[in-house]
C-alpha cells in the first residue's frame, strides 16, 4: 500500500497551488482520505477530510479556501488550495483513514509528503 504525493512547492501569499496524491495496493474506493499538515516545531494537524460517499470536513483555518476532492477512477486524492498564507506554510501529507476524522491518531497510512511554502 503506497501514497505518493506531488505538488507541493513555492508560492507567495495569495496564490495556488494544487496537491495531488495517488494511491496504489489497496481498492481505492469506499476509503477515507485526507490532508494533514505540520510546520517546523509544530505538531501534525488535520487539514480536510473526504469520506466514502463524498462528505467533506475541513479544519477551520482552511474553510473557504481549500478544497478536497477525488478522482475515483485514477484512485487520486487532491487538495486545491486558494488565497494561500504565510502560516499555510508546511510538509503535507496524505492519508487514509479508518474513519472520517481530522485527528492524526485515526490515521492508518501517511504518505511521504510534500513541502509547501507561501512567502
Known amino acids: 500500500v503506497q501514497l505518493v504525493e506531488s505538488g507541493g512547492g513555492s508560492v507567495q501569499p495569495g496564490g495556488s497551488l494544487r496537491l495531488s496524491c495517488a494511491a496504489s495496493?489497496?481498492?481505492?474506493?469506499?476509503?477515507?482520505m485526507g490532508w494533514f499538515r505540520q510546520a517546523p516545531g509544530k505538531e501534525r494537524e488535520g487539514v480536510a477530510v473526504i469520506g466514502p460517499s463524498g462528505t467533506t470536513l475541513y479544519a477551520d483555518s482552511v474553510k473557504g479556501r481549500f478544497t478536497i476532492s477525488e478522482g475515483v477512477a485514477e484512485n487520486t486524492l487532491y487538495l486545491q488550495m486558494n488565497s494561500l498564507k504565510p502560516e499555510d506554510s508546511a510538509v503535507y501529507y496524505c492519508?487514509?483513514?479508518?474513519?472520517?476524522?481530522?485527528?492524526?491518531?485515526?490515521?492508518?497510512?501517511w504518505g511521504q509528503g510534500t513541502q509547501v511554502t507561501v512567502s
Open positions: 492519508a487514509n483513514l479508518y474513519f472520517r476524522s481530522l485527528e492524526t491518531r485515526h490515521v492508518r497510512i
Open positions: 495496493g489497496y481498492t481505492y474506493s469506499g476509503h477515507c
